[in-house]
């Protein structure tokens, strides 16, 4: 009877929040979808509209199923742009999505196999085809955005006929970014914008001038460039000007779990990216890290809901670690024990490879490599809690050792686990 009353209010809900949208005509919907990225897009994309409208965007921190509707919910009749994450993990989640709002503009960030299992989206194949359900969803003038370094967005972008614009770091997309440098403080970089917009496979030059410009931002990052050039794209569509939108892009902090610095343990300065890790974002969050000067320790728990594909994407993970200029690498958790051993047989030193069964063995290890100075960067999909280290190495108890916890709150506010925090 509880269940059959919840899922009656759920259903009530999204009624009542379809017929609050549709009563808003005012709105422009931009929505954000793809294996990785999609927040820090999203916050890039609002900050940047915020200087021209009245802008709306979903929680950072909710579930899709729930966010949509409940932001939904907020509209007030003011409000004149929608950010929307289109966040999909089941078959058939994003037409549920849809039936209440569809966009303007679309943005595809990324495509890779989290939630690939069998419980989740089941294949590669069907993340594809769940994830461009979004981009089809586009009316006739609206605008889709795709990134370009992503083959599998770059193949999706190719045949779709509408507007679309594609951003990226190589000459070939529409908005590209070159001279990239990366900093603890912030990113910086050129941004080249053709001017066009192409139609199918041809160029529709809504804006013939071609631009160069030098964008600072708070945010770090290999992913803060391509979230940047989502955003430019974005507000160009909309008619933001030029000046506002760089004021906007600096003004950007790092959001916290999100490859963000923060003060770290035993002196360090840890690079926080540990609220999600898939293969991509792993690989785009370890060149980053290594791009900061100074002594190097990366501590890499297991990636997720891969499927069948889990020890290939962890031991493509050690063989490009071992291609970057870092100093330790830490694996926690039986999959993890495959990005060591492939770092290893690409060439990193065996005095630089450790591998720890749980985090109080990989805290052990961090207490005897670790010097004060160092940086520390801290990656593992969600569930894994690998910021349990962390809170080992301030020397508070943590009674526990699971690889895997379905809790979605972090540790230092889980009544369910054992550990002296005050």
């Known amino acids: 009877m509880i269940l059959t ?57 909710l579930d899709t199923n729930y966010n949509i509707p409940i932001t939904l919910l907020k509209i007030k009749p003011w409000n004149e742009v929608l950010v929307l994450e289109y966040g999909v993990d089941h078959i058939g989640e994003m037409d549920k999505h849809l039936s209440l709002v569809k966009p303007k503009i679309a943005v595809l960030t990324g495509i890779t196999s989290v939630h690939a299992d069998e419980e989740h989206l089941g294949s590669l194949e069907n993340i594809v085809k769940e994830k461009r359900k979004l981009i089809d969803a586009l009316p006739s003038d609206g605008l889709a955005i795709f990134n370009y370094d992503d083959e599998i967005v770059r ?37 080249n914008d053709s001017g066009c917009v192409r139609v199918n496979r041809t160029y529709q030059n809504d804006d013939k001038t071609e631009q160069k410009v030098i964008v600072e931002t708070g945010l770090l990052g290999y992913p803060a460039v391509y979230s940047s050039l989502v955003a430019w794209a974005v507000g160009k569509e ?39 890790a898939n293969f991509a974002s792993t690989i785009t969050g370890l060149k980053s890290f290594a791009q900061f000067p100074g002594r190097k320790t990366a501590v890499l728990g297991e990636m997720g809901e891969v499927g069948d594909m889990e020890e290939k994407v962890h031991r493509e993970v050690g063989r490009q670690a071992a291609e970057l200029k870092i100093d330790f690498l830490v694996g926690v958790g039986t999959l993890a024990k495959f990005i060591i051993d492939e770092a290893k047989k690409s060439g990193m030193k065996s005095s630089s490879l450790f591998w720890t069964e749980n985090v109080n063995e990989a805290a052990e290890i961090l207490k005897k490599i670790l010097k004060e100075g160092d940086l520390l960067y801290l990656k593992a999909s969600l569930l894994r809690h690998i910021e349990r280290v962390i809170i080992i190495l301030e020397g508070k108890d943590v009674n526990c050792t699971e690889t895997v916890c379905h809790q979605y709150c972090d540790c230092r506010t889980c009544r369910l686990l054992n550990q002296s925090l005050k």
């Open 238 to 276: 909309l008619k933001v000007k030029e000046d506002e939108m760089l004021k906007s892009l600096k003004s950007l902090k790092q959001l916290r779990g999100r490859f963000s610095i923060e003060p770290g343990p035993l002196g360090t300065t840890l690079v926080n990216d540990s609220l999600r």
């Open 155 to 191: 193949k999706i972008g190719s045949n779709y006929k509408g507007r679309k614009i594609f951003i990226g770091t190589k000459k070939e997309a529409d908005i590209w970014a070159s001279d990239i440098k990366i900093k603890t403080t912030g990113t910086t970089f050129k941004l």
């Open 5 to 61: 009353m919840k899922k009656i209010y759920h259903i009530l809900h999204r009624i009542i929040a379809k017929t609050w949208y549709d009563i808003n005509l005012q709105l422009t919907v931009i929505g954000i979808t793809g294996s990785y990225g999609k927040t820090t897009t999203a916050y890039a994309v609002k900050n940047i509209l915020a200087s021209k409208f009245s802008t709306l965007m979903t929680d950072l921190n």
